[in-house]
C-alpha cells in the first residue's frame, strides 16, 4: 500500500482513536475510586507523542503488507501507559502542582492514592505487554529499568567525580529517550522489519529523544505562552539543571556573575523575569540549539537505508520538528 503523506497522517490519526479507546478501557476497576484516578490524567489530555511514534513506525510495514495491527495497537496502548504512569510518580517526587493545565493527581486523591495508581498502570501496561511475545516483555523491562534509573539519578544528583553535563544528558537518555526509541522499536517489531532495520530505528528514536527533551527543556527558557506549554522559568523556580544554565556554569564567564548567582539555587519568584532575560540573551541559548540539531540530524541519519516513502518522511519531519521547537 503506497499511501501519500496526507493519507498516511489520516492512517496514523485513526490508529491513534483506537489507542485512546484502549487507554480508558484497560484501566477500568471494579473499585471507582481506582477508575476515576487513573481516568484522571488520561482525560487531561496530553501529545500522545510516544503511541503515535509506535504507529507511524509500524507504518513502514504497509508498503509490504506485513503489519500486525492489533500487536501495533497493544504496543502504543503500553507504552503511553508507562509514560502517565511515570507522570503519576514524578509528580509526587517533584511536589508539583499542576500538570497539563489541571492540579496534580497527588493534589486531587493524596500522595498514596497517586502512587499506587502509578503502579496500578505500570500493571495493566504489563498484562497488555505480556500477550506480545518474549522479546518485547524483555525490552519493556529494560526500558522500564532505565525510567527508574534516571529518574533516581535526578533525585540525588551527579556524584563528586561525575560531570553536572554528563549527569544531566545521562538523566535525560534515561528518563526521556529510553522509552521513545522503545515506541519506534516496537512498531518496527511489529511491521516486518529486519532485525538490522529494528537496531536502526531503535537508535532514531534514541537520538529524537535526546533532541525532543533538550527542546522541551530550551522552551522553558525561550518559549512563552501557548507555544511553550508550561508556564516559563518552571524548571528555574525549581533548581532544576538543564542544559542551558548547565553550559553557563561550566563556562563560568566573569560577565555572567549575576546571573550565575540567580542560578546557584532554585531562583526566587521575583527573580524570574531577570534570569530569563538574561538566559535568553545568552551564547548558551545557541550553544544548546546547535546540540538539538546534532541529535536531529543523528537520527535522521538511521533512516538512511528506508525506502522514500510516506512513513519514512513522517519519521524524518519529526526530527526538524524537534529542531524548530527549539528556536
Same mark, same amino acid.
Given at each position: ?49 510516544r503511541p503515535s511514534l509506535v504507529i507511524a513506525a509500524g507504518g513502514l510495514g504497509l508498503a509490504s503488507g506485513q ?16 509514560? !502517565? +504512569?511515570?507522570?503519576?510518580? &514524578?509528580? %509526587?517526587?517533584?511536589?508539583? #502542582? ?5 492540579? *496534580? ?30 522479546d518485547f516483555v524483555a525490552w519493556q523491562a529494560q526500558t522500564l529499568a532505565r525510567l527508574v534509573q534516571g529518574q ?61 527533551? !533538550? +527542546?522541551?527543556?530550551?522552551? &522553558?527558557? %525561550?518559549?512563552?505562552?501557548? #507555544? ?5 522559568? *518552571? ?44 538566559l535568553r540573551v545568552h551564547p548558551a541559548v545557541d550553544e544548546a540549539r546547535t546540540q538539538v540539531r546534532h541529535w ?32
Open positions: 500500500m503506497d499511501l501519500t503523506d496526507e493519507e498516511f497522517a489520516q492512517w496514523v490519526f485513526d490508529r491513534g482513536d483506537r489507542v485512546e479507546a484502549r487507554l480508558h478501557d484497560a484501566v477500568q476497576s471494579p473499585y471507582c475510586l481506582v477508575t476515576e484516578a487513573s481516568h484522571y490524567l488520561i482525560d487531561a489530555g496530553g501529545k500522545r507523542f503489519i500486525w495491527e492489533e500487536a501495533l495497537l497493544s504496543a502504543a496502548t503500553v507504552v503511553e501507559l508507562t509514560h !502517565v +504512569a511515570s507522570l503519576y510518580h &514524578d509528580d %509526587v517526587m517533584d511536589e508539583a #502542582e499542576l500538570r497539563r493545565g489541571i492540579p *496534580t493527581a497527588q493534589k486531587q486523591y493524596g500522595n498514596s492514592v497517586a502512587i499506587m495508581i502509578g503502579d496500578y498502570m505500570l500493571a495493566k501496561s504489563s498484562l497488555i505487554g505480556s500477550g506480545l511475545g518474549a533516581v539519578a535526578e533525585l540525588r544528583g551527579p556524584a563528586p567525580d561525575v560531570d553536572p553535563l554528563d549527569h544531566y544528558l545521562q538523566v535525560v537518555s534515561d528518563k526521556t529517550a529510553a522509552l521513545i526509541a522503545a515506541s519506534v522499536r516496537y512498531g518496527a517489531m511489529f511491521s516486518g522489519q529486519s532485525a538490522d532495520q529494528i537496531e536502526a530505528l531503535t537508535a532514531y528514536g534514541e537520538q529524537l529523544g535526546m533532541a525532543f527533551q !533538550v +527542546a522541551d527543556d530550551l522552551l &522553558d527558557i %525561550v518559549g512563552v505562552g501557548e #507555544e511553550s506549554g508550561k508556564q516559563p522559568g *518552571t524548571d528555574l523556580r525549581e533548581g532544576v539543571a538543564t542544559l542551558v544554565p548547565l553550559l553557563i556554569k561550566r563556562a563560568n564567564r566573569p560577565e555572567d556573575a549575576r546571573l550565575l548567582d540567580l542560578l546557584s539555587a532554585p531562583v526566587a519568584e521575583p527573580d524570574i523575569p531577570e534570569a530569563l532575560s538574561l536531529a540530524d543523528q537520527a535522521e541519519s538511521h533512516l538512511a537505508g528506508f525506502p522514500d516513502t510516506a512513513p519514512t518522511r513522517a519519521l524524518k519531519i519529526l526530527c526538524e520538528q524537534a529542531v524548530v521547537r527549539s528556536r
